[in-house]
């Protein structure tokens, strides 16, 4: 059998005396979509966050395409392929949409400490060739014309796509969405889901954790909501 996109092995976690997470074993595959369900309180969010290396010090075996992870750091998760969005919208509100997508290619834009200071050389290429990228992303998630506006000032909706927008800037093989209809009216909660759909196209997979069945259900099966 070929290596998952995740793998997860007898994943335990604790704080002090609580046992947020119990032997986990959980798989999934390249380019898959999945539902992660459960009471509030059962240990979802605390699932993300040990995948993502914000929740150390649990046991167990978590593999990216049949590499341990468990060790690394989140940045270097995150440059293996590993994108998050988060329960609670974490952008920044005062940075227009474009440079929230920027901030999201951090690693990709580099060069040397004359360079970046200067805004010449490499990275000035590398700089025109992220806005080009993303602008694309904003454009794929359907807010191309909300580029210079303030990530504040856009509607809850559109920050949602933001934030979307922004964990593909990373060029993940695998999305850990948690919440991502949190706060949603049932319009945008159909839209995101078409959106996810197309995340699916581009080969992400994606692993959901949310309270809406009908998402989680149109989600894990690719029907509409």
Do not use: W
Not at 38 to 44: C, T, V
Not at 143 to 171: K, P
Not at 196 to 209: C, I, N, P, S
């Amino acid at each position: 059998m070929s290596a998952a996109e995740l793998e997860i092995e007898g994943l335990t976690l604790r704080y002090g005396g609580l046992t947020a997470i119990d032997g986990l074993d959980l798989r999934v595959e390249t380019g898959s979509l999945d539902g992660l369900i459960g009471p509030n309180g059962a240990g979802k969010t605390s699932v993300f966050n040990a995948i993502c290396g914000l929740a150390r010090g649990g046991s167990g075996a978590i593999l990216l395409r049949g590499e341990r992870i468990d060790l690394l750091s989140p940045d270097a998760r995150a440059r293996r392929g590993l994108a998050r969005t988060f329960q609670n919208l974490r952008l920044f509100k005062e940075m227009t949409a474009l440079e929230n997508v920027l901030a999201g290619m951090h690693a990709e834009i580099g060069g040397s400490l004359v360079e970046i200071l200067t805004r010449l050389g490499r990275f000035r290429s590398k700089e025109r060739a992220a806005v080009r990228e993303a602008r694309d992303l904003l454009a794929f998630v359907g807010l191309d014309a909300a580029a210079g506006t303030l990530a504040g000032s856009l509607s809850y909706g559109d920050q949602r796509r933001l934030e979307v927008a922004r964990a593909l800037a990373g060029r993940p093989n695998l999305m850990l969405l948690d919440e991502p209809a949190a706060g949603m009216n049932p319009a945008e909660t159909a839209g995101l889901n078409d959106l996810l759909g197309e995340v699916k196209a581009r080969g992400v997979a994606m692993l959901l954790v949310d309270h809406d069945m009908s998402l989680v259900s149109a989600f894990a099966t690719g029907s509409p909501c």
